[in-house]
């Protein structure tokens, strides 16, 4: 055979094993580089309000958990149907039709936009979703000549674009298997949440040495079982920043972060109105070590170091009686430190906690610390604190 002709067999095997992912790049590798182009010309524009960056982060880990099997499985999948002249319909092509699109629709692309912080590239996806429509019937078309009523019935049992089975009447069998793999996905989830999620949003917005900084209160709760340092730049001098901070508490200005998880606590927790405060209170500026600030009606923290401009650290006791060896011991240690950086203030949080407790106890705090507060409160009280010091 010529090689020629022997490159032209080569070329429409491959074609056919890509399927009609060449013709995709040509739509959305345009879409891709102006999203690039839009981030790095317009980064605020299309910014994620960093309210909730913890759990940006959060859902890029578990998108790329997720992607990393069923990515995998399809590639596994396709090759070996491929190979075999067969119909890919087990692993990943037994949750939808086109995996490979999938992936980048439901996976690839919004982690991209999550870590980037960018709604642009959520519009590429947009962009995808309409390409792998028009793509994915091309294929089909391909595919139901090919495999004919074989295909068919594949095609009426499985979606097209959504990695997820289609609900009908199943057998037990079937049941149990889809029970045993939603179980499965879970805690899979829970484990990346936990070893992989959680430590890095322990430490959003740090860099190495803001991490190993010693800060006030550092020393009153050594070797913590529990352990939070993050932080955020102001465009705003410590003393603009600083009213913001003095004034936090529950019966005082409130916490600039998510209100809604405040009011649970009580109704009238914020003492204008509904919401944290968007002004400065003077009756509130005068805070002193030995003061009291509480986060809920039967929770409070005792000011134990202050800096002006500087510097506040506030601190739990443990209940009375309690020592540090006896079950239920615990103590929190708060800090706030603000970090003069040419024209910008890095405001950083460090939270320490010692417990002595068993795994219930231990759990509650564990997922009210580092999920509750790492994940998404801290975070939201810090973009709070940001946008009331800069609008000044």
């Not at 992936?103 to 995808?128: E, K, M």
């Not at 792998?132 to 078309?141: D, F, L, T, Y």
């Amino acid at each position: 055979m010529p090689d020629a002709e022997m490159g032209s067999v080569h070329m429409e095997k491959e074609r056919t094993l890509m399927g009609d992912a060449p013709r995709l790049l040509t739509v959305v590798g345009p879409a891709l580089a102006a999203a690039v182009g839009a981030q790095m010309l317009f980064p605020g524009v299309g910014s994620f309000t960093l309210r909730f960056h913890g759990l940006f982060i959060w859902a890029a880990v578990i998108l790329v958990a997720l992607a990393v099997p069923f990515w995998a499985s399809a590639g596994f999948e396709l090759v070996r149907a491929w190979r075999k002249k067969a119909l890919a319909t087990r692993g990943a092509f037994g949750l939808c039709r086109h995996p490979i699109f999938a992936a980048w629709i439901w996976f690839v692309l919004p982690v991209i936009a999550f870590l980037a912080d960018s709604w642009y590239f959520l519009a590429v996806d947009a962009v995808f979703v309409a390409a792998s429509i028009a793509g994915a019937r091309r294929e089909e078309a391909q595919l139901a000549e090919e495999f004919g009523d074989r295909y068919a019935d594949y095609r009426s049992r499985t979606r097209s674009l959504v990695p997820f089975p289609r609900l009908r009447p199943v057998g037990l069998r079937r049941y149990l298997s889809g029970v045993s793999g939603v179980a499965a996905t879970i805690v899979y989830v829970v484990l990346v949440t936990v070893f992989v999620a959680v430590p890095l949003v322990r430490q959003l917005g740090t860099n190495g040495a803001e991490r190993a900084m010693v800060l006030p209160g550092d020393e009153l709760a050594p070797s913590p079982e529990q352990s939070y340092t993050q932080a955020i730049s102001i465009k705003a001098p410590p003393d603009r920043i600083w009213p913001w901070l003095v004034q936090v508490g529950y019966r005082r200005a409130g916490w600039y972060n998510v209100d809604a998880i405040n009011r649970m606590a009580a109704p009238d927790y914020f003492i204008d109105g509904n919401g944290s405060s968007s002004r400065i209170h003077p009756e509130l500026q005068g805070l002193k070590v030995g003061d009291s600030i509480s986060i809920a009606p039967a929770l409070s923290f005792e000011l134990v170091s202050l800096e002006p401009e500087r510097q506040f650290t506030m601190a739990s006791s443990p209940a009375p009686g309690i020592s540090e060896s006896d079950p239920g011991y615990m103590k929190a240690v708060w800090s706030f430190y603000l970090l003069p950086s040419g024209q910008s203030t890095r405001l950083m949080v460090r939270y320490r906690t010692r417990m002595s407790g068993g795994f219930f106890q231990n759990f509650w705090i564990y997922f009210f610390n580092d999920i509750g507060g790492a994940m998404l409160q801290q975070p939201a009280m810090l973009y709070g604190v940001k946008v009331r010091a800069e609008r000044m």
